[in-house]
């Protein structure tokens, strides 16, 4: 069964992996494209160290897009964003045409040089406001954006600055635009999809729960925390730009703390280590020196599966019968 998303996207399902920056890979991106989602490639993707300037991390994702070419057949995306601000689009961009990328995730900005670039060359735009709004999907639309990313406060990573949770989000912006709408935020199980496409959206963005997906490059113990844990034990602190949910660390009780006794944002984003905080722990494992941030969805997260299990199990309503048997036998097998 196709939609407009798969339509657009050339993908069998609606489900699109969230490009959780370091916490891709070649690996882990094609296994979402070839069990037929969409991957995307996070900057600074595949490596186990951080970049020295904007140059390396360029080629960098230059090189991971071309390891994930040899992975899959299928289309994936890639993120354009190479430092804190977007002054350079343009190189990364130029790298994705050179690459052939066929799909690309603009974040937060909405200028018309960039989508005009894109679309140019017949590259689709995902676009993904950091707090979604009626005001800024319309003008993404307007733009040329092809899908349009709706963020609820239920997501893990950089929260919205406006607390309003998926469900409601969702329906907000469908109603909003003409083009479709893609759910994020506390997706943890088929229910989660099916909720989303009742409520106007026609594909969701999957980020926690591809943590623990066993091709996943996040340590072994930030997969086995996110499993055992549930949205009871989350933390949400005040931070830069607006808000941070984490699993209990050694840090994350002193964060919340001082967001209890009225520290400024600033303070806590220093306190934090700021995003360096999400690389030491996530990334490298040391629980002791940064944060594990996840979405509320993760009380649906009960094991860790391969990927080919997560998309099977999100997509059960697009999946045919002779391709449930074949995932079916796949996931028995393992």
């Known amino acids: 069964m196709k939609n407009r998303v798969t339509e657009i996207l050339n993908i069998r399902y609606p489900i699109i992996q969230a490009p959780m920056y370091f916490l891709t890979n070649a690996m882990f991106?094609?296994?979402?494209?070839?069990?037929?989602?969409?991957?995307?490639i996070g900057p600074n993707a595949g490596q186990d160290t951080l970049p020295d300037s904007r140059f390396m991390?360029?080629?960098r994702m230059r090189e991971q897009i071309r390891k994930t070419k040899q992975l899959t057949d299928k289309?994936?995306?890639?993120?354009?964003?190479?430092?804190?601000?977007?002054?350079?689009?343009?190189?990364?961009?130029?790298?994705f045409v050179?690459?052939?990328?066929?799909?690309?995730?603009v974040n937060e900005v909405l200028d018309a040089e960039i989508f005009e670039f894109l679309k140019q060359h017949r590259i689709k735009i995902l676009y993904r406001a950091l707090t979604p709004d009626v005001a800024n999907s319309q003008q993404a639309e307007k733009l040329g954006a092809d899908i349009i990313v709706a963020t609820g406060f239920d997501e893990g990573g950089t929260v919205p600055s406006r607390i309003i949770g998926t469900f409601s989000i969702v329906p907000m912006i469908a109603d909003s635009v003409k083009i479709p709408v893609l759910a994020a935020g506390g997706i943890g199980d088929v229910r989660g999809v099916r909720a989303a496409m009742a409520l106007g959206a026609e594909g969701v963005w999957i980020g926690s729960l591809f943590l623990t997906a066993q091709e996943n490059p996040a340590d072994e113990k930030v997969k086995q925390l996110i499993v055992s844990s549930s949205a009871e034990d989350l933390l949400l602190f005040r931070t830069l730009p607006a808000y941070y949910r984490t699993l209990p660390t050694p840090l994350s009780p002193r964060l919340a703390e001082l967001d209890a006794h009225g520290a400024d944002r600033e303070t806590l984003f220093t306190a934090m280590n700021g995003y360096h905080s999400l690389w030491q722990a996530m990334r490298l494992g040391n629980l002791d020196k940064g944060v594990v941030s996840t979405g509320t969805g993760i009380s649906m997260i009960k094991s860790l599966r391969t990927v080919a299990a997560i998309v099977a199990d999100l997509a059960q309503d697009f999946i045919t019968q002779p391709e449930k048997q074949k995932s079916d036998d796949t996931v028995l097998s393992l």
């Open 29 to 40: 991106v094609a296994a979402v494209s070839n069990a037929g989602g969409l991957g995307v």
């Open 75 to 95: 289309p994936f995306g890639a993120t354009l964003i190479n430092g804190p601000d977007m002054s350079f689009w343009r190189p990364t961009a130029e790298m």
């Open 57 to 59: 991390a360029l080629e």
């Open 98 to 105: 050179e690459e052939k990328v066929e799909v690309v995730l």
